[in-house]
Every structure is written in C-alpha cells, then in structure tokens.
C-alpha cells in the first residue's frame, strides 16, 4: 500500500488559493489518487480524484506530476467554509483494497 | 445527502455492553465499509462488505463484528463495551470496491460511560 504524507495543518485567508502537496512515493502503477474533505462530525466527501497530469471539477484542482510521486490539491479562492480536514489516499480500484485515511491536513479559513 | 443511512445517530451506553450500529447503503452500492474515529484520531478502517461477503479487513477488534444482508445492509455489532470504543463509526457505501468513490453516511456517535 503506497503511504501517503501531507502537513499536518495550514492557516490561510479568505479568498487565497490554498494547495495541500501530498508525498507517495511510492505509488504504484495501478494507483489513483484521491482527495476527501471532513467538516467536524460528519462523514467525509469525495472531492477529486486523479490519474496524471491535471484534473479540474467544480470545486478543486489536481495536479500530478510525471513521477506521480506526489500530487496538490488547489482549493481556488477559499472561503470560511472551506476550513476542514482533507485526506489524501492512494489505491487501486481492486475489490478487496483497504482504504486508509491517515491523518488529513486541517486547513483552518480566516477571515 | 450522500444517499447513505446510519442509525442511530447518537448512542450512550455502559461499559460492558452491547450495541449494534447500522446501516443503509445508497441504492445500487454492493460495498460497505465501516470506519471508527475517535477524537483527535484519523478514519480507521474496520471491515468492509461486498454483496454479502467479507472482502477486507482492517483494525477491527475481537469484540467488534460485522454482517451485510442479503438486502445489502449492514450491521456492526459492538460487545463487551469499553470507554475507549466511544467514537464515531461511519459507514460508506460505493457500487464496487477499491479507491473508487466512497460515500459516507453522517456517521453514529457512541458514548460509552
């Protein structure tokens, strides 16, 4: 299973564009990358997930790097609502994989 | 919404008891997972479900056990409490298994006393 590393916490304002670099060095071939945001007492939401290169949708950016060795989530112009935790995960699409969360990056929206 | 169902949503109990958590997956999902969350603690991924049968397993107790029924739902049972399993435990649910997209329901907060 491809580890993962992301900051642990990131303070930013309302209205910056807040990236969260995730660390897998070891992903492997088969691996997509996948990106949840958490609010305080509920289940988490599926925000983005990717392969290569960039993906875009209505709420974030992805970008991956050729290495895929590590992939930024890009939160465009975030607002107070924003502040959450957000995980980064690795893995494959088999049937019996175990899906981790580790620790998730807490991003704290100031006004 | 993410289409999945837990009750109850808020449980207090004793320890040395037992309770059973539950839960509706969206329509059309074969996969469960249950996940357990303590404070100050990341998603730990107890087992997961794929139309009926057991497919992975993660730090899930001995005291802690799981079932998914013939009409896809789930149910994880909880023995022989202790202070140290109050938590949220969150189902998820997806059509298939793997990293695709999970959704999780609002989760059932168990407090044990």
């Known amino acids: 299973l491809a580890k993962t590393t992301q900051p642990i916490s990131m303070d930013s304002y309302e209205g910056q564009e807040v990236n969260i670099t995730c660390s897998h060095n070891n992903i492997a071939t088969n691996d997509y990358i996948t990106w949840y945001q958490q609010f305080p007492s509920q289940g988490p939401r599926f925000i983005i997930q990717?392969?290569?290169t960039k993906v875009t949708n209505e709420v974030a950016s992805l970008f991956i790097p050729a290495d895929r060795k590590s992939s930024t989530l890009s939160l465009p112009r975030v607002s107070l609502s924003d502040t959450a935790v957000y995980y980064c995960?690795?893995?494959?699409?088999?049937?019996?994989?175990?899906?981790?969360f580790g620790a998730g990056t807490t991003v704290t929206v100031r006004a | 919404d993410s289409g999945v169902t837990q009750t109850p949503k808020h449980l207090i109990t004793a320890t040395g008891q037992r309770v059973t958590l539950r839960c509706s997956p969206r329509s059309g999902d074969l996969s469960v997972y249950w996940y357990q969350q303590s404070l100050d603690q990341g998603l730990q991924f107890l087992i997961q479900y794929y139309n009926g049968e057991e497919r992975a397993k993660g730090n899930i107790l001995e005291r802690f056990s799981a079932q998914q029924f013939p009409d896809l739902h789930s149910e994880l049972n909880l023995s022989s409490l202790e202070l140290g399993d109050s938590a949220l435990y969150f189902c998820?649910?997806?059509?298939?298994?793997?990293?695709?997209?999970?959704?999780f329901g609002e989760g059932s907060r168990l407090t044990v006393l």
């Open positions: 998820a649910s997806s059509p298939a298994g793997g990293a695709g997209e999970l959704f």
């Open positions: 995960l690795v893995g494959d699409m088999s049937w019996d994989y175990k899906l981790s």
């Open positions: 990717g392969y290569k």
